[in-house]
């Protein structure tokens, strides 16, 4: 069994930044894509960014420029580097893994989640 396990969420002020963990003990963070997705009170599940294998990103428009997705081998951990962070961030954050190695912002792609961190940016 898979299990990924975010942290590093937390309230901040709009403006302000946030860095958020995942890791596994049974997942090789290196190993194949991995993305950032998040679920807003009362709306789907969105994505946020993705990395592939071999480390090329993607990023939604509404974080470009703002979000950075990063992982570290040796510490098998997957981050989410964010800043100027806005009220519109505000929701839940999850982590997820796929088989494939390239990367993608397709929800399906991914079959293993985390159980998600809250982000709360307050105005």
């Known amino acids: 069994q898979v299990q990924l396990v975010e942290s590093g969420g937390g309230s901040v002020q709009a403006g302000g930044s946030l860095t958020l963990s995942c890791k596994s003990s049974?997942?090789?963070?290196?190993?194949?894509?991995m993305a950032w997705f998040r679920q807003a009170p009362g709306k789907e599940r969105e994505a946020v960014a993705s990395i592939a294998m071999i480390r090329d990103t993607a990023y939604e428009d509404f974080v470009k420029g703002r979000f950075t997705i990063s992982k570290d081998r040796a510490k098998n951990t997957l981050y989410l580097q964010m800043s100027s962070l806005q009220v519109e961030d505000t929701a839940m954050y999850y982590c997820?893994?796929?088989?494939?190695?390239?990367?993608?912002?397709?929800?399906?792609?991914?079959?293993?989640w985390g159980q998600g961190t809250q982000v709360t940016v307050s105005s």
């Open positions: 997820a893994a796929g088989l494939e190695y390239g990367l993608s912002l397709r929800e399906f792609k991914y079959v293993y």
């Open positions: 049974e997942y090789q963070i290196n190993s194949r894509a």
